[in-house]
């Protein structure tokens, strides 16, 4: 636990694993746009954000990353192309 009495990110599985979790939650069913690579965007936006000295915000930046993918539709830095 940190000083605020939330848990602390333990390490990259805990961040992936629970980013994942609310990004599928987001996607939703099997209709959202970039459900097949879903995970690989979770990965890479992980990727973008783990990189800094400060790790706490990691899950809330990358989630609102894949987020973004899923409005628009695709994921600009998996190089996939929009849905028509």
């Known amino acids: 636990m940190n000083k605020n009495g939330m848990p602390a990110l333990q390490a990259l599985d805990d961040v992936r694993a629970?980013?994942?979790a609310m990004a599928t939650q987001i996607c939703g069913?099997?209709?959202c746009p970039i459900q097949q690579v879903l995970s690989q965007c979770?990965?890479?936006a992980i990727a973008v954000h783990w990189q800094g000295?400060?790790?706490t915000f990691?899950?809330?930046l990358a989630v609102r990353d894949v987020q973004?993918?899923?409005h628009q539709g695709y994921c600009p830095h998996l190089g996939s192309v929009p849905a028509p």
């Open 68 to 70: 973004e993918c899923i």
């Open 42 to 44: 979770v990965d890479d």
């Open 58 to 60: 990691v899950p809330l």
């Open 18 to 20: 629970r980013v994942l």
């Open 29 to 31: 069913d099997s209709s």
């Open 53 to 55: 000295r400060v790790k």
